[in-house]
């Protein structure tokens, strides 16, 4: 992946996009969350619905800049642990723009 954008708000502020990058024909839209341990739960916890419709509102901006249609947009989440050794984990298409409400 060749990451094209970092840290992506929309004007309005109803969405923010940590990375965008380009795989292929797909633009991806990277949402990373961190903790230090896992003491209250992994990273992903923090992924739920509401985050992922604010991910969903900034890639249609980001998509509608970019002349791209939504479909093309795939979303992923990484996950970092900062522990001995750290732990990472991506997750390809973990959400989808169909899912906005």
């Known amino acids: 992946m060749t990451i094209v954008a970092r840290n992506f708000r929309t004007p309005s502020g109803s969405g923010e996009l940590d990375i965008v990058a380009r795989d292929g024909n797909a633009l991806v839209v990277v949402e990373v969350k961190s903790r230090t341990n896992t003491e209250f739960g992994t990273p992903d916890r923090n992924v739920d619905w509401d985050k992922e419709q604010r991910v969903i509102r900034g890639a249609e901006e980001f998509a509608r ?34 899912q906005l409400v």
């Open 65 to 98: 800049r970019s002349d791209l249609p939504l479909q093309q947009v795939r979303f992923d989440v990484i996950t970092i642990v900062f522990s001995e050794p750290p732990k990472l984990k991506h997750r390809k298409d973990a959400f989808h723009p169909n």
